[in-house]
């Protein structure tokens, strides 16, 4: 690991673009606090031995309440907490919004590993290989309870769910061997679901590409045959004649789709897994619902690689979709007929 | 209040000693005294679970106990500790015992349904007892899906439906004491003369009632899911397991404030006891017990800033979280500034109350750190936490608990315990306290996630001396529980109102007779009117002052 044992420090390492703001903000809450602490405990030790009974204090017209005094420690209080408030919300907006561009790696969780998948094809199981300096975007789902995704020296945390994908974005700023833990309690072997992350000069990132993990064809390949091998484009590819079934899926990642009940949303990853899932819960505009579901016959890994496969369908300046912050995925807009 | 000779009365402790005139018992004394019973023996079982937790994180491998025995251990911790010690300690044992005598009243308004709620509880606890010992549970005290829904295999089910049970035992006790409040004042106490104690237990008692039936109803629903199959929160059946955590919260973050708002009460009785001064600032305290209340039912989601509710949520969460530590932060001053031309002295409840103005404080600003939505993507679920929620349940509850059985006790037994050793172990306490949990806030922001029992070598260290310290703490905890009883039968025979404090309970003969007050107190002065300094004949003090904290 990074900082051997012999080491003690008092805080991680700063191995991303976050760290430097959080620790700042860190120290700042630590130098209120103790600000605080001080100067009760100063206040306490000084009234305990001044007023100890039988000493020989001055204690004439006590006062029981002083309304000026009272405002006072209610107002300054509250004015140094909306300060944590709007420095701590503006650093987690950051850190909820990703970049446009950088690398896109997708992850899959479950009891008790995480495996990650490259856009290059490299797959590997409980290490992360990222590249120093760039902007890295990942996509993580499980597939049975939740876990969370913690690397500490990136000061990056964020709950992977079940059924709906997260978002979580990092840019690495010191190479070096980091620690991932799971840090969402999810069953007997959760302290061993770790791993280590790997930050490496771009050169050897590119190296590693070229041999490093379990190689196999790249997502958007995988993502192809499956949808061949499903016959996704028995209904979904027309060649244009408008005898269409389903709607073309061409420039479909990133666009925004109207529906049927006249609503419109963007067709990001979430919508594109519950459109492939739950075919019924939203109806574009146009097209009857007789999509089957294929919930069960696809696992997330799959549907992982189907929905690269649509993306690389897409415009390149789509790539890097619109997206907000992780959001729950909006309730069924459309009730209709399971076909 | 001339020190009394010690006379044999008739009293509520000697009116019968059956059995059946224990376990049939309408008398609130009584009841709390079964209370007693019932949370120390559950505080014990905690404790235990927490002994051995500390003793695997001695070394960084899994060595002691394997991952499922650990993972039982630490939720028979968290679940004895918070649903049958800290949520019930201080309301059913001090409460049941005080608020009638406070209220000049002669019992609770419905004395059977008090009993009732004991037989609740101990049914509960029997029942989540009778789980761990068939096999335990390993879902945390939290209960997440759809891990405790859908994944695991343990006793889920028997542990909640003790848990559900409870929870009846909780609502019951409420509602008693908001009746008892409103209707059964003695004449002449106005509520503005009501002991801070009171106050802060009626607003507990708002929560215990509005809160409790929204955790039996997630309860109900994780039920549902597993014996049913009915999908509500695992969404390979079409659920949301998010929706878990807002019904668990709900309840769950004010169940912090039922553990901590009691403590308030104690506290300001023994700080304004113990200083002779009227609490400064009394209507604020008061008012302050309200307002976190209110507000601690708005800041639930802060505890979901990392698990994908929407950011802006999160704001909104961050944002009335900063605002709930504004009314706790009051408390911490006024009881402070209380001390300002006071009379200070030094017996063993003072000590602890003092203990827990520093902890408390340090518990509460800690939460600002989790309130800062930045800071605690990282800290979140790490030790950062662990060492913040128990500044704010050890640090705060349980000390006020020990502070306030120990200032009670001779009211409660009518004996006095031995101030020399219950000085020791309160600085025991405070002492081991800190060394078991101020190096988690340190291994919380190194990364050291929660509920991990095998951990990297680098956090030995720390994790050694919190082990350390836990040993400390425990022989702290482990010496109350026996000169308290060794009081029983040596300790010197209690006069009325030992320590001078004002207060009907203490107008009373200790132990108080069966009816508490042989005729009806009419109060006619605000509460905490201590007479001047200097009328030293009121003060039965055999004390000289001592001058260390």
């Not at chain 1, 709007?86 to 907006?93: E, Q, S």
């Not at chain 2, 800062?372 to 662990?386: E, G, N, Q, S």
């Amino acid at each position: 690991m990074a900082d051997g044992p012999s080491e003690f420090r008092w805080m991680p390492e700063q191995a991303s673009s976050f760290a430097r703001e959080t620790d700042a903000l860190y120290l700042f809450l630590i130098g209120v606090s103790s600000f605080f602490t001080i100067a009760i405990a100063a206040a306490i030790v000084y009234f305990a031995i001044k007023y100890r009974r039988g000493s020989a204090a001055d204690r004439s017209h006590p006062p029981t309440h002083l309304f000026y005094l009272e405002l006072t420690w209610i107002l300054v209080p509250f004015a140094l907490t909306l300060v944590m408030f709007v420095w701590g919300a503006k650093a987690y907006f950051e850190q909820a919004w990703p970049p446009k561009g950088g690398i896109e790696i997708s992850c899959v969780a479950r009891q008790w590993m995480w495996k990650f998948q490259h856009p290059e094809g490299n797959a590997e199981i409980d290490d992360l290989h990222v590249p120093l300096g760039e902007n890295v975007r990942m996509t993580l789902i499980s597939e049975d309870v939740i876990h969370s995704f913690y690397v500490p020296e990136f000061r990056v945390k964020h709950d992977v769910l079940p059924g709906r994908y997260v978002t979580v974005w990092f840019r690495p700023t010191k190479a070096g061997q980091y620690h991932l833990f799971c840090a969402e309690y999810c069953g007997a072997k959760h302290s061993a679901m770790g791993g280590v992350v790997h930050v490496l000069e771009p050169s050897q990132y590119q190296l590693w590409l070229s041999g490093g993990g379990e190689t196999n064809v790249s997502p958007q390949v995988a993502g192809q045959q499956l949808f061949e091998q499903l016959r996704c484009g028995t209904c979904h590819e027309g060649g244009g004649s408008g005898v269409n079934r389903g709607p073309p899926l061409e420039n479909l990642f990133g666009s925004t789709v109207r529906l049927q009940n006249g609503t419109t949303v963007v067709a990001d990853e979430s919508y594109l897994r519950e459109s492939i899932m739950r075919p019924a819960a939203k109806i574009v505009a146009g097209y009857q619902p007789i999509m089957p579901s294929f919930e069960g016959q696809i696992g997330e890994e799959g549907l992982l690689q189907l929905i690269a496969h649509l993306k690389s369908r897409a415009a390149p300046d789509r790539n890097a979709p619109p997206t907000g912050p992780s959001q729950p995925a909006s309730p069924p807009l459309e009730k209709g007929q399971q076909p | 209040m001339t020190p009394n000779a010690p006379r044999p009365h008739r009293n509520y402790l000697n009116a019968a000693y059956t059995f059946r005139s224990w376990l049939l018992t309408r008398d609130h004394k009584r009841i709390a005294i079964l209370y007693l019973f019932g949370v120390t023996g559950f505080f014990v079982i905690g404790g235990i679970a927490a002994t051995i937790v500390r003793l695997e994180l001695m070394t960084p491998a899994g060595d002691l106990v394997q991952s499922e025995t650990y993972n039982k251990l630490f939720t028979i911790h968290g679940v004895t500790m918070v649903f049958f010690f800290l949520i019930p300690a201080i309301p059913t044992v001090l409460g049941n015992f005080l608020i009638p005598l406070m209220l000049g009243a002669r019992d609770l308004a419905f004395p059977r349904i008090n009993l009732f709620s004991w037989y609740l509880f101990m049914v509960g606890g029997t029942f989540t007892l009778w789980a761990t010992l068939a096999g335990g549970v390993d879902t945390g005290w939290t209960f997440y899906t759809p891990y405790s829904s859908t994944y695991s295999n343990t006793y889920v089910m028997a542990t909640a439906v003790g848990i559900f049970i409870t929870g009846f035992s909780s609502i019951l006790t409420g509602l008693n004491f908001i009746v008892t409040t409103h209707t059964m004042r003695a004449p002449g106490l106005t509520w503005f003369r009501l002991p801070l104690f009171v106050w802060s237990h009626y607003a507990v008692s708002l929560i215990m009632v509005l809160g409790t039936p929204v955790v039996a109803i997630a309860i109900l629903l994780v039920g549902l899911e597993r014996l049913f199959g009915i999908g509500i929160f695992d969404p390979s059946m079409g659920g949301d397991p998010l929706l878990f955590q807002h019904l668990f919260w709900f309840y769950s973050h004010p169940a912090v404030y039922i553990m901590v708002l009691p403590a308030f009460g104690v506290i300001s009785e023994l700080i304004a006891c113990f200083s002779q001064r009227r609490p400064f600032g009394y209507a604020f305290i008061g008012f302050s017990s309200f307002a976190i209340a209110v507000l601690g039912f708005l800041v639930w989601g802060h505890h979901m800033f990392v698990s994908g509710q929407s950011v802006y949520a999160g704001m909104v969460f961050s944002m009335l979280s900063f605002l709930v530590a504004i009314p706790s932060s009051i408390k911490v001053f006024n009881w402070t500034a209380t001390l300002h031309k006071a009379s200070i002295s030094y017996h063993t409840p003072m000590l602890y109350a003092l203990g827990f103005i520093g902890l408390f404080t340090i518990g509460g600003l800690t939460g600002l750190f989790l309130a800062t939505l930045a800071v605690d993507v990282h800290v979140h679920d790490t030790y950062f936490v662990v060492a913040h929620f128990h500044y704010i349940m050890v640090g705060g509850t349980v000390m006020a608990y020990l502070g306030g059985i120990h200032f009670w006790w001779p009211k409660m037994t009518g004996r006095m315990y031995p101030e020399g050793w219950a000085r020791f172990s309160a600085i025991l306490v405070f002492v081991g306290f800190n060394l078991t949990f101020f190096p988690q806030f340190v291994l919380g922001y190194l990364g050291m996630p929660r509920r991990y029992h095998v951990y990297p070598a680098e956090f030995q260290v720390l994790n050694v001396m919190s082990s350390a310290g836990a040993s400390i703490l425990a022989v702290g905890y482990f010496f109350p529980l026996t000169y308290l009883i060794w009081s029983l039968c040596y300790g010197p025979k209690a006069p009325p109102n030992p320590f001078g404090h004002t207060g009907l309970e203490w107008q009373t003969p200790s132990p108080p007779p069966t009816e508490n007050f042989s005729e009806t107190p009419v109060v006619s002065e605000e509460a905490y009117n201590f007479p001047p300094e200097d009328t030293e004949q009121n003060l039965e003090q055999e004390e000289t002052p001592v001058g260390t904290v």
